[in-house]
């Protein structure tokens, strides 16, 4: 099992709407968990990171953090199509950044 | 410099070829990784450093991966006779001392034909 599971998608969401991304992670110890941005050919940008459970926002975004469920996810309200990129799930291990696969992410106009 | 810099951003080999890629990290950060990114996966950890000492290589693939950061700076990942199977977005990351959070370089894109 991958210690840190997205979905690959592609998810595509309406102009406007909400998109919601998940990513499920298996070791208990983790203590940091970050959100990338990837846009094709482009290397990963932060988006955001959370470390206390509950939620964070930062304009359009928020994550969310439920460390029992072992579970953070990213939502992007007011869908725009610069949005389309992939977004990557990590979180920490000791040092390391532990990476998804990334979920592709469409919003249609 | 503002930001992490890698260079070459592509580099063409031929199978058997030698190449060296540079990373500049964030100025004073003291914790470099590297990275290799194959198309549609996330990044694979290669090595870290803290300033010049490399803590860990676990994820260099094979011994023909080597890299060095002897003045704790700038680094290089060097690979060895490549292959094939080495064709992948080489992906470079400096951190503060007080952080969590890596900053990537744009990446070197190694097609080995």
């Known amino acids: 099992q991958k210690e840190v599971e997205q979905n690959s998608g592609p998810l595509s969401v309406p102009e406007g709407a909400i998109a919601s991304l998940n990513c499920t992670y298996s070791?208990?110890?983790?203590?940091?968990f970050f959100w990338y941005r990837q846009y094709s050919g482009k290397s990963p940008e932060l988006i955001m990171f959370?470390?206390s459970n509950g939620d964070k926002e930062d304009g359009r975004f928020t994550a969310q953090l439920n460390k029992a469920s072992q579970y953070v996810s990213l939502l992007i309200r007011d869908s725009q199509p610069s949005d389309s990129a992939t977004y990557l799930c990590?979180?920490?291990?000791?040092?390391?950044?532990?990476w998804g696969a990334g979920t592709k992410l469409i919003i249609k106009p | 410099g503002a930001g992490v810099s890698q260079s070459p951003r592509y580099k063409v080999a031929k199978r058997g070829q030698d190449v060296a890629l540079r990373c500049d990290p964030i100025?004073?950060?003291?914790?470099l990784f590297w990275y290799q990114q194959a198309l549609g996966q996330g990044p694979e950890f290669l090595t870290y450093?803290?300033?010049?000492?490399?803590?860990?290589k676990s994820g260099l693939p094979s011994d023909r991966f080597f890299a060095e950061r002897p003045e704790g700076s700038v680094s290089t990942l060097k690979i060895q006779r490549t292959q094939q199977e080495d064709s992948a977005v080489y992906l470079c990351?400096?951190?503060?001392?007080?952080?969590?959070?890596?900053?990537f370089g744009p990446g070197t894109r190694l097609t080995v034909l």
């Open positions: 990351a400096s951190r503060g001392a007080s952080t969590d959070t890596q900053y």
């Open positions: 100025s004073g950060h003291v914790s």
């Open positions: 450093f803290q300033n010049e000492a490399q803590l860990d």
């Open positions: 070791d208990r110890g983790s203590q940091s």
């Open positions: 959370i470390y």
């Open positions: 990590a979180v920490i291990l000791d040092y390391q950044l532990i």
